[in-house]
């Protein structure tokens, strides 16, 4: 069992650390004021190819791997967790499901865009009386000559304020129920569709977190993805490997709210010496990295049984998404904890990461959806 990272996987972890320390970590307290989305530095995450981490080299991709994706999410998420989850999206709910299932025709129009930076992706399946329960989803699509008619509301669509082309949900036969959803690649712009309300996050909040209204929304029949009735299957598919960005998102913002942790412990004095002294701060600290490693590490098994191909990583991305996400509402409450009164202001860094770590906790399936999928699968 090897763990170390390959050359190319430690070149990337490095570039991105650096980029993470000079570009992202001092706009993070800047957006999260201001919820401006980041297109000045996503510009720039383009042209090092983050945008299309996983994304084939003919297509406009850098052509890595997903253990890889996963060291790039962890890294901006440690220094910005907005743009952490906007590049996650735009990789792995957005590119990955248009490389993966969409036809040639399909790729080469909407991949290169979403690689250079010219449009940033969006992933369209939740709706006002649909999370969890994704297969209830009430959007509907029908087919009329040469376009889908398609009609409903999708509610709290990460990039979705700022995003031009979308991978949206309806279904195409409700009598199938989930068997007759589909999936379809819409563009910002075609006839019917429209952005409403804008999210007023807790946190994440340069993230352009808006509902999408489709009004007899035209959409040319060849956008559909795959075929009619595929929809359920890419969306589940496509969230196994979402789990792992999240998972890798969240250990991220844990790793940085530990070195905060460090740093002022070391700082601070009580009692006359820095309370890095007191064994209850140490053990604080100790209790803190461990699970941060261990979270880290089914995130990367859950990336490496992807990369492997040989089998389903279903359980292994819940796993990883779940644990790591319930570390990191544990790590920013201890970091606050030991910033004392300090850390309950805005003028340090863990305050931000502790409202940002909530979210790891819902989106991309609950806490409590993740140990569903684990049992079941253990149950069977």
Same mark, same amino acid.
């Given at each position: ?110 991949? =290169? ?5 010219? /449009? ?7 709706? =006002? ?5 994704? #297969?209830?989803?009430?959007?509907? *699509? ?80 060849? /956008? ?32 940085? *709210? ?43 098994? *859950? ?31 201890? #970091? ?45």
């Amino acid at each position: 069992m090897n763990f170390d990272l390959t050359d190319d996987q430690k070149l990337i972890k490095d570039m991105v650390h650096d980029f993470a320390e000079k570009e992202l970590k001092e706009k993070a307290v800047e957006i999260d004021k201001t919820q401006e989305f980041p297109w000045d530095t996503l510009k720039k995450m383009a042209e090092l190819g983050l945008l299309g981490i996983i994304v084939p080299e003919e297509y406009g991709g850098a052509g890595m791997d997903f253990i890889s994706l996963a060291i790039a999410i962890e890294e901006i998420s440690r220094a910005c967790a907005s743009t952490g989850v906007i590049v996650a999206v735009n990789n792995s709910l957005t590119a990955y499901p248009i490389e993966h299932w969409g036809n040639e025709e399909q790729k080469r129009k909407y991949l =290169p865009p979403l690689c250079k930076g010219e /449009n940033i992706g969006a992933f369209a399946l939740t709706e =006002p009386n649909a999370g969890s329960d994704a #297969a209830s989803i009430e959007a509907t *699509a029908r087919l009329e000559d040469d376009y889908y008619i398609l009609n409903g509301t999708k509610r709290f669509i990460t990039n979705g304020g700022e995003a031009g082309i979308f991978v949206v949900f309806a279904s195409t036969n409700k009598e199938l129920k989930h068997k007759g959803i589909s999936a379809f690649i819409i563009e910002d712009g075609f006839s019917g569709f429209s952005k409403g309300k804008h999210e007023d996050l807790m946190g994440l909040r340069a993230t352009a977190n808006c509902e999408l209204i489709f009004e007899d929304c035209r959409v040319p029949k060849e /956008n559909l993805i795959a075929e009619e009735g595929m929809g359920f299957k890419i969306a589940l598919g496509t969230i196994d490997v979402s789990r792992i960005d999240i998972g890798a998102q969240a250990v991220g913002i844990s790793q940085s *709210a530990l070195e905060e942790s460090i740093k002022y412990s070391k700082e601070r004095k009580q009692f006359g010496k820095p309370i890095c002294e007191f064994e209850f701060i140490q053990g604080m600290i100790a209790d803190m990295a461990t699970k941060i490693e261990a979270a880290r590490l089914l995130v990367l098994k *859950a990336a490496y049984i992807k990369d492997n191909g040989k089998k389903r990583f279903s359980v292994e991305s819940a796993m990883a998404k779940w644990y790591a996400s319930e570390v990191v509402v544990d790590v920013t409450r201890q #970091a606050i904890q030991i910033h004392g009164g300090y850390g309950y202001t805005k003028d340090y860094p863990v305050e931000r990461m502790f409202r940002e770590s909530k979210l790891m906790e819902i989106y991309e399936g609950t806490s409590e959806v993740q140990k569903i999928v684990i049992a079941r699968s253990l149950l069977r």
